[in-house]
């Protein structure tokens, strides 16, 4: 199984076994959190990844800390602590049935409570140089132009055009550009305020 499926199908679990430890049905759990029964039914069943305010709204309507929960995957020998996405594994949704040459591919979608979220857009000279560096809260990376390496912790994945990372920001970090070229990526931290 590979990371993003093992991650889904784990945060999945994890949400029902909470659920059901506060005594709560999925139908009180989507009318406390807003969000719909039938969207909780497919993060429970590890059918969807839910989107980072998402998860947190669930988290926050059942009690509980971001990092507690992910606290049992940091130790977890089949996940690494990042998720990275080729462009070749993005699924396109269909939202309007009329629609010619519109192809939209979900990112994120739901309102966000008790969170904050920094969007920036990156650019990287070529040959650019900086010390890693770690975040508190969680990073989603979509590189929009050019090839780079990304440097997490001891790993360095190959990021090509259209490839997107999540990751744990206190994993130190950086993104590499080897080329001549800028590279440009759409960077969003998620922080959960306290």
């Known amino acids: 199984m590979d990371n993003s499926r093992y991650v889904t199908t784990w945060i999945g679990s994890k949400i029902k076994d909470i659920r059901k430890s506060h005594n709560l049905k999925l139908g009180d759990l989507a009318e406390k959190s807003g969000i719909s029964i039938a969207m909780l039914s497919k993060i429970e069943n590890g059918r ?6 998402s998860l947190l709204q669930v988290l926050q309507t059942l009690n509980v800390d971001l990092n507690e929960f992910f606290a049992d995957l940091k130790g977890d020998k089949e996940f690494p602590g990042y998720i990275l996405k080729k462009r070749s594994e993005y699924r396109s949704i269909k939202k309007e049935d009329e629609s010619i040459g519109f192809n939209y591919q979900l990112i994120l979608n739901q309102k966000i409570e008790q969170s904050s979220m920094e969007i920036s857009l990156l650019t990287i000279s070529g040959n650019a140089q900086r010390s890693p560096v770690s975040t508190d809260g969680f990073e989603y990376l979509y590189l929009v132009k050019g090839n780079i390496q990304y440097k997490l912790d001891d790993k360095i994945l190959d990021l090509e055009e259209g490839d997107s990372l999540f ?28």
């Open 48 to 53: 969807v990844f839910p989107t980072l305010p």
């Open 167 to 194: 990751f744990n920001g206190k994993i130190p970090h950086v993104p590499l550009n080897k080329h001549n070229e800028d590279a440009i990526m759409l960077v969003i931290y998620f922080i959960e305020l306290r």
